[in-house]
């Protein structure tokens, strides 16, 4: 495909106007088969190399090598669907190097050997999105980008954080841990230590030192900073031999901790699911997370052997939780339980949503509700579809699970809307923003023989609109938080 126009034939014209309804997969304009075969060889290595290549600089980002980033701000660079092609134990080899690197940078910075070395996903919600504050349900899966911490205990109580490419940390007590206080990226860390803290573990609660390093994009919405405490998370259980890792019930309290560390400390109002991905996931699965009770079922997402692919479509386009626009569709949510006289949104049924609309005052307050009453409804229809193998259903869902969001919860920008629409577009299955929303990644469900038309359509896309490239990455359910090393 070299232009747009040379691949836009009718069922283009078609895609917005029904944008709002369900689409009917139509044969690709790319001109993708809609039956692939086997594995794509051809397209091995995105799915292999999590796009490493195209990713160092939002790497350093993160952990502050070269210009420190303050939230929302996003190095611009990268075209679409760089990379070479890579070994097929290239995770190994990512894995190791990447361990290499966080111990190599302890003993330079610290003069000392780290205790361990432990590990954490980013992820990306397949459904269910500003449902887990309401206590619904969500549907993430962890990604296999990571973020690496190497850890030791200290003597004192102390705590010196930092990331591969910083300047030399700057110590602080745990007693100046606080909220607000430190600020950037060391909030996350720094947080979770607070919270042990301040949640039952006082006793056992040491100075640190640790270092980080990650592949997970910042500010792309695939929980950066999820990753860096649940890093923390599972290494402080460790470290301090709590136990907390052994079993889902431990990881629920890591999770939590997480969660407190990010609306206490980092001061973002976000629920939990980000957490809960992040540590009590499993791999080649989606984690099917009731946020009223916290109980997790495992649906098996593994696409393989389907032809098919998740790509996610990093906009570029910043978006920052701890102010702004998230807060107030929560407050939104807490004044419509208010008027209704109940405590959250989840008491609502799909069944009972028309009447309960009917008593709200004001048709911003009903959209709201109806998107959190209608996406919890679609997180149970997409476990069901997932687990019946059912992935053009599954497709249709994410279609109205955006429309839902664009249009009743306000929550997509045009980045957003331009990289579902032009997925569409190119023959997707489905597609939706995933997250938090205002800007970060949208998900696309693809036949994997078309990745490459995808990238390419979606990227002139964004270059008619003038927007940034955006950045791409096949995701699969990667495995939950653990110690790799030591
Ligand atoms: C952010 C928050 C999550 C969740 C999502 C939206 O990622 O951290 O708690 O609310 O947005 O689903």
């Known amino acids: ?88 134990d290239h995770d190994q080899e990512k894995l190791v190097t990447a361990i290499n690197q966080v111990v190599e940078h302890f003993r330079t910075h610290f003069s000392s050997t780290p205790e361990g070395v432990w590990e954490a996903p980013g992820r990306v919600n397949l459904m269910g999105e500003h449902t887990d504050y309401n206590h619904g349900l969500v549907l993430p899966i962890a990604l296999p980008q990571r973020t690496y911490a190497a850890v030791r205990r200290r003597d004192d109580s102390l705590v010196r954080l930092m990331s591969v490419g910083m300047p030399p940390a700057q110590a602080i007590p745990i007693t100046d841990i606080a909220p607000g206080s430190p600020k950037g990226w060391e909030r996350y860390p720094a947080g979770v230590i607070w919270a042990f803290a301040n949640h039952g573990y006082a006793d056992q609660v040491t100075g640190i030192d640790a270092v980080f390093t990650s592949e997970v994009p910042v500010g792309a919405g695939l929980s950066s900073s999820a990753a860096i405490e649940g890093a923390m998370a599972v290494a402080l259980s460790d470290l301090w031999d709590l136990g907390l890792t052994k079993d889902d019930q431990g990881r629920a309290t890591l999770a939590n901790l997480a969660q407190s560390a990010e609306n206490i400390i980092a001061q973002a109002p976000t629920g939990g699911m980000d957490q809960a991905a992040c540590l009590r996931s499993r791999e080649g699965h989606a984690l099917y997370l009731d946020c009223a009770d916290q109980s997790i079922r495992h649906i098996p997402f593994r696409l393989d052997d389907t032809g098919l692919a998740l790509l996610v479509i990093d906009t570029r386009a910043t978006h920052a939780h701890s102010t702004g626009e998230y807060g107030h569709r929560r407050s939104d949510c807490q004044e419509a339980c208010a008027i209704l006289g109940i405590d959250t949104l989840r008491e609502i049924s799909v069944d009972d949503l028309d009447g309960v609309l009917k008593r709200l005052p004001n048709d911003r307050l009903r959209r709201r509700v109806r998107h959190i009453v209608s996406e919890t409804h679609r997180v149970r229809l997409s476990a069901q579809a997932m687990e019946a193998g059912d992935f053009v259903e599954l497709g249709k869902l994410f279609v109205d699970s955006h429309a839902s969001m664009r249009d009743d919860y306000e929550i997509s920008c045009p980045e957003l809307d331009v990289a579902v629409i032009a997925s569409l577009e190119c023959g997707a299955l489905g597609a939706r923003m995933t997250g938090g929303g205002f800007g970060g990644s949208a998900i696309a469900l693809v036949y994997r023989q078309s990745l490459r038309e995808m990238m390419e359509w979606i990227g002139s896309a964004f270059d008619q609109k003038g927007f940034a490239t955006p950045d791409f990455l096949v995701a699969e359910a990667g495995r939950k938080a653990g110690r790799v090393a030591y």
């Not at 917005?16 to 809609?34: D, F, H, I, Q, Y």
């Not at 290549?53 to 980002?61: K, N, V």
């Open 1 to 88: 495909m070299t232009s747009r126009g040379a691949c836009v034939p009718h069922f283009v014209r078609g895609v917005t106007e029904v944008m709002l309804r369900r689409v009917t997969p139509a044969p690709s304009p790319c001109g993708a088969k809609r039956l692939a075969g086997g594995p794509d060889t051809q397209f091995r290595w995105i799915v292999e190399s999590g796009f490493l290549p195209s990713r160092a600089g939002a790497l350093r980002g993160m952990t502050g090598q070269g210009k420190p980033q303050k939230d929302g701000e996003r190095e611009h660079k990268r075209s679409p669907c760089v990379g070479l092609p890579l070994s097929l």
